[in-house]
């Protein structure tokens, strides 16, 4: 399970603010790695926010949403201060002949590595299946002349508003590095609703406003309209999570206390309170007026409205909606010379997790909100393919749709 930990949590707990900001932070290199890089890339780099707006954010104590792998090493620290981030270049970064560079983003508890270039990265059932492929969308971009950079955030769920302010600043980077005047962005999950805030300018005091840089936006699996899905299917995610209840996902539930093999397990940082993750709440919104809750489902009622059930309790998804951007975002719309995109999967079978089954979802997002153009100002259509959230990126069909938004003139 602790393979699947990337998309359970997700989302973020902070005020709203429209306040606008003229110019993108300051940012260093700290390091540049070119040798024995994974995955195919060519080049990693180590960058810092110098502004002194963002700073360390809670990692859990149990190291499941440390950094691993190579991105501990290139990080320098397995749990970053979410002012550094990771730019990854790809093949031919800067040979190939497409005018605009695009830069892939990934979702909650992943990476540039198991996101784009590898969906093998974290071993069988890490992609939504239980065989997962080598390569990705990176290497099938490169291949169709594309310059291709990614980004890697220090924080699996991290706070939205640090993410979209590391998104400008990847942006600026790429834009010195390429001398475009404009990038193409695919994201994916809780990196859409973020880069939507970008290009919306939904930011605080200290953040980066638009700054006209992206022609597209390609949003795979964005919950554009909300999601409440960890607080509609009573106690089921709160075991995968608990520690006491054997859980190792990475990400809040629904619960402050639950009965586990006869004992009372309780406290906040498993929550959607956890200073653990700062990006759980900012995407909530409730869908139960347009899917029923699952009535058969342990806990249910109280899950989803708050107080004590049978065997857990919880405040309810209403305590939380006050955080809520989703609505904010909404109404900001976006700024009508970025084309938007909308991919969203309606095949809810994610191996060995409780998938979304109270309406048509890709298994985490309902369809309908993935699709929901609210606030698009330049809406370039949507497509949904039969696949579930974790294959959007890597899947041959959501590979082919993501190339041809991205080719057309």
Request: with cysteine; proline share 4%.
């Amino acid at each position: 399970m602790f393979r699947l930990s990337f998309w359970l949590g997700a989302i973020s707990l902070a005020l709203c603010s429209l306040s606008m900001s003229a110019l993108a932070g300051p940012t260093s290199l700290q390091a540049t790695f070119t040798s024995g890089i994974s995955n195919g890339w060519v080049k990693v780099e180590r960058w810092r926010d110098t502004s002194g707006n963002i700073g360390q954010e809670a990692f859990p104590s149990d190291g499941r949403g440390d950094q691993s792998g190579q991105r501990a090493t290139f990080f320098a620290d397995s749990s970053p201060s979410s002012d550094n981030f990771l730019l990854y270049y790809a093949p031919n970064w800067n040979t190939n002949s497409k005018a605009v560079p695009v830069l892939l983003i990934h979702g909650a508890n992943q990476d540039a590595d198991l996101a784009w270039a590898n969906p093998n990265d974290a071993g069988d059932y890490g992609c939504g299946q239980q065989s997962c492929p080598s390569t990705g969308l990176m290497q099938a971009l490169v291949a169709d002349n594309f310059k291709v950079f990614a980004l890697s955030l220090a924080h699996k769920n991290g706070d939205g508003y640090i993410w979209a302010e590391q998104i400008a600043n990847a942006i600026s980077i790429i834009k010195s590095q390429t001398g475009a005047s404009k990038v193409d962005l695919v994201t994916w999950s809780k990196s859409a609703f973020n880069a939507r805030m970008y290009i919306s300018s939904v930011t605080q005091s200290w953040g980066t406003s638009y700054q006209g840089d992206v022609r597209r936006l390609i949003m795979l699996g964005g919950p554009n309209n909300g999601i409440d899905w960890s607080f509609r299917h009573g106690w089921t995610h709160t075991f995968a999570v608990y520690p006491g209840c054997g859980g190792v996902i990475n990400g809040p539930t629904a619960h402050d206390a639950i009965l586990c093999y006869g004992i009372w397990q309780s406290g906040s940082q498993w929550s959607y309170a956890s200073s653990y993750f700062p990006g759980s709440v900012q995407m909530l919104k409730r869908w139960d007026s347009t899917y029923a809750l699952p009535v058969s489902e342990q806990d249910w009622y109280t899950t989803y409205e708050g107080g004590w059930g049978f065997y857990t309790h919880g405040q309810g998804i209403d305590a939380f909606l006050p955080y809520s951007l989703v609505d904010d975002v909404r109404a900001a719309g976006t700024d009508p010379a970025v084309r938007v995109h909308n991919l969203c999967g309606n095949k809810a079978d994610i191996a060995l997790i409780h998938n979304e089954h109270t309406g048509p979802s890709d298994g985490v997002v309902f369809v309908s909100s993935c699709n929901d153009a609210s606030g698009l100002g330049n809406h370039g259509g949507s497509a949904t393919i039969n696949v579930n959230h974790l294959k959007l990126g890597w899947s041959s069909s959501g590979i082919n749709q993501i190339k041809t938004w991205l080719n057309a003139l």
